[in-house]
Nanobody
Framework: QVQFVESGGGLVQPGGSLRLSCQAPGFSLDYYAIGWFRQVSGNEREGISCISYSVGGSDGSTLYADSVKGRFTISRDNAKNTVYLQLNSLKPEDTAVYYC????????????????????WGQGTQVTVSS
């Protein structure tokens, strides 16, 4: 059974940075759009970023939620079978558990992230922004 592994979370002060990693042991991420979501306890999971597949001539296009645009950057390293999410200028409202998943319905990110299109969620990684 495929299960992603998210890592890199932690406690950081407002304005700080973190880099999250998404890995999939035994599963190739190459041809999948990969999305990052976050969830605050009691709330629905929020899609925050997506990166399209990037093999050969494809461009690995990206998508960001308005709440993180300009502060977060998603990237992928196919050689390492890893997708990253760089979190900069963090705010207390970014505090959440962050999850990554593979989009099983499309390999190119659409105009919005739809949670039910994704699978293989891991346990998540906690990001806490607090002074």
């Amino acid at each position: 059974q495929v299960q992603f592994v998210e890592s890199g979370g932690g406690l950081v002060q407002p304005g700080g940075s973190l880099r999250l990693s998404c890995q999939a042991p035994g599963f190739s991420l190459d041809y999948y759009a990969i999305g990052w979501f976050r969830q605050v306890s009691g709330n629905e999971r929020e899609g925050i970023s997506c990166i399209s597949y990037s093999v050969g001539g494809s461009d690995g296009s990206t998508l960001y939620a308005d709440s993180v645009k300009g502060r977060f950057t998603i990237s992928r390293d196919n050689a390492k079978n890893t997708v990253y999410l760089q979190l900069n200028s963090l705010k207390p409202e970014d505090t959440a558990v962050y999850y990554c998943g593979a989009n099983l319905m499309r390999s190119v990110c659409g105009n919005q992230q739809v949670e039910h299109e994704y699978a293989y969620w891991g346990q998540g990684t906690q990001v806490t922004v607090s002074s």
